[in-house]
């Protein structure tokens, strides 16, 4: 288990601590419409589910290129996020996306409609199924936000500035308090994120995502052109072996509306031991749990905090449990101590 903990620590300490940015004016090639007009349009009620839906269109049928920081502390990191759709030759459109980090040898992703591509340098390049890169927007923007509807509430709070724009504030709060409250703040023009933000019980910022510069764009650029160019590498025919699903634990404690999205066995350390993995989401927020036999004792339980990102490990009878996700640390303990051998 201590490989284990390695690898999430050197995850944690990575982090640039450059000091918080100030935001640029974001006013590059947005349309000219008015809130006004824009609120009006089709007689549509204005409420959280008309915004969280032109949230929606915005992310899938715009194309744009941003700077993003996520912002921890005093601990950042910067990306470029780019979005488009490029038409071919064949007159078929092709979806195009990329993150990129702006600072050190990260991990650079690409996606092309629903192949998902990594980048890292030394290391070999590899692809997998995605409709999105979710790197700093959770799954549920990209779909139906009625699955949330038992576990959250939607609520529409007033306007406010952010970087010389004019933006929507809606408030999705946990229902049971297991999750972190999430905050979004949309731009009235585009309809794309200007802010994001995990809020704790408290109402106190425990993470956030800036976007610090937006271009909008009425067509493709250069960059998205480049990009619908590339030939990514293909996506395995088959799983690996050892990626077999597992049953072998029962789950006694599951926070309301998180569902098992997939388990399986594989390695996670650095000396090839094996562990079950088992990942749930509701949406919002995924966590993850990883059960394998004890490498050696540590002082159960171990708590460490990122940010939103909690990382909890405890010791069973016979088995070592982590549970990582971006919820307080009391609910992904709850999740571990809850794991039991069937």
Known sequence: MRNLFLVFFVFFSQLSLAATPKLDVLNAGLPN?????????NGEKINAAYWLKRLQTALTESNFEAGIVTIKGSKTESYQWTHGFFSEESGKSVEIERVSP??????????????LSYFEANKEPYSVKGTSIRN???????????????????????????????AQLIRIESVAKETYNFWVWIDVISGLPLR??????????????????LSYLTEPNDEIRKLASLDLPEIPNAAVAMN????NWQMGYVPKGFELLKSDRHHVSINR????????????????VYVQ?????????LVLQDGATSFVMVH???????????????????????????
Do not use: C, W
């Open 316 to 342: 069973a009878d016979g088995y070592d449990v982590t549970v990582v996700g971006m919820m307080p640390a009391e609910t992904a303990f709850n999740i571990a101590m809850g794991v039991k051998s069937k």
């Open 196 to 213: 994001l933000a995990y809020i704790d019980e408290k109402g106190e910022v425990v993470e956030q995502v800036l976007m610090t510069h």
């Open 273 to 288: 031991e094996v562990a079950d993995y088992y990942l749930y989401s509701d949406g919002l927020v995924e966590y993850s």
């Open 293 to 301: 036999r004890p490498i050696e004792s540590f002082n159960s339980p």
């Open 136 to 166: 700093f927007i959770p799954a549920i923007f990209y779909k139906d936000f009625s699955s949330l509807a038992d576990s959250y509430q939607f609520v529409l709070v007033s306007k406010s500035q952010i970087a010389g724009r004019s």
């Open 244 to 247: 077999q699903q597992t049953n």
């Open 102 to 115: 702006l600072i050190g040898n990260g991990i650079a992703i690409i996606r092309k409609n629903d192949t």
């Open 33 to 41: 419409v008015s809130p006004t007009t824009l609120e009006s349009a």
